[in-house]
């Protein structure tokens, strides 16, 4: 039987992942969406960089619905694990082609059971239906996993085609395989009020085009770069 866990406990989870963020993260955090839109860009590209992944990102581009990007995910556990991080979204647009300017998101996970220690990584999910996709156009909450009905794979599973969603994770110098249960993707609004000048909902970014920024072009033309080349 499970037992849960001491306010001991707790507080080291806290602390471990207190310790990982960095001190402008605490003052400014994601107050800076256009700092996170640049970090995103850099990680984009080191995944295009990765030996395989640009193949693999070509073969699979008929398949792929939107692009979601954590330039740091940090994850910190004594017992009880926990884990947080910003990200953007960037959805693709089938009918004009090219991709939407990206809506701001928190992704975040707990853990039970033995484990210790600390980390940070980059984490992109390749969103490659439809369904998936909208879990991200609501204003509040969205949980990914297994439970949530969707389907998910990595790159080392061989096959990819067929899955909701594919995830990868740069940790040690190298992007794997992730595991997305227990993950949940939470709407950052005033992240989106001050990129865009307005209170805007995440699907008036992704899907309708009222709202734009030319911060976010480089991203956009990253995400796209490979996909273009397609015959």
Do not use: C
């Not at 590209?45 to 030996?51: A, I, M, Q, S």
């Amino acid at each position: 039987m499970l037992q849960r866990p001491t306010h001991l406990s707790t507080r080291f989870a806290v602390v471990a992942l207190f310790l990982l963020i960095p001190p402008a993260a605490i003052a400014g955090g994601s107050s800076e969406p256009q700092r996170l839109v640049d970090e995103a860009t850099v990680t984009f590209e080191r995944f295009l960089e990765t030996p395989g992944i640009a193949a693999w990102y070509r073969s699979e581009a008929k398949n792929v619905k939107g692009v979601f990007i954590v330039p740091q995910f940090l994850r910190g556990a004594f017992i009880v694990g926990a884990a947080s991080g910003s990200g953007v979204l960037l959805a693709r647009d089938f009918v004009k082609g090219g991709w939407s300017p990206p809506a701001f998101y928190r992704m975040s996970a707990g853990s039970f059971g033995f484990q210790a220690g600390a980390d940070a990584s980059q984490v992109v999910l390749i969103i490659q239906s439809f369904s998936a996709l909208e879990r991200f156009y609501g204003s509040g909450t969205a949980k990914l996993g297994l439970d949530a009905g969707l389907t998910f794979g990595t790159i080392g599973e061989g096959g990819t085609t067929g899955f909701d969603i594919v995830s990868f994770s740069w940790s040690k110098g190298l992007f794997g395989g992730m595991s997305v249960e227990g993950l949940a993707i939470t709407t950052a609004g005033s992240d989106n009020e001050a990129y865009y000048g307005a209170p805007v909902k995440p699907e008036e970014i992704l899907s309708n085009g009222s709202v734009t920024n030319p911060g976010a072009d480089t991203l956009r033309t990253t995400v796209e770069r490979l996909i273009l080349r397609i015959p």
